[in-house]
């Protein structure tokens, strides 16, 4: 069974960087496409990006393009959202997501969420 924790959230200052992490149980990182989704308070739930099993291509929202960045260690099966040049409005809470043996991601699962604060 997939399961998904989430880590590394955190208060930082607008232009500063994090690194999340999720860590994958029950499935290889590498037999996913696997991906990230935030939500703010009051907000609708918003896309990331995707690292896609299908064609190894990674596709990302326009609002983070540039400046968010997913990845993986397949030896720790961890699963990553570099996060640079940060700002207020990314503020949310952060769920990475898996869909095991996909092509592509389809954003139906998740962990209990990483918390990020970006402060002006």
């Known amino acids: 069974q997939l399961s998904l924790v989430e880590s590394g959230g955190a208060s930082v200052q607008s232009g500063g960087s994090l690194r999340l992490s999720c860590a994958v149980g029950?499935?290889?990182?590498?037999?996913?496409?696997f991906g990230w989704f935030r939500q703010a308070p009051g907000k609708e739930r918003e896309k990331i990006g995707c690292f896609s099993r299908g064609d190894g291509t990674r596709t990302y929202e326009d609002s983070v393009k540039g400046r968010f960045s997913i990845s993986k260690d397949s030896a720790l099966n961890l699963v990553f959202l570099q996060m640079n040049n940060l700002k207020p409005e990314d503020s949310a809470i952060y769920y990475c997501t898996a869909d095991v043996f996909q092509r592509a991601c389809h954003f139906g699962s998740r962990g209990q969420g990483t918390q990020v604060i970006v402060f002006p």
């Open positions: 029950g499935f290889s990182v590498d037999d996913c496409s």
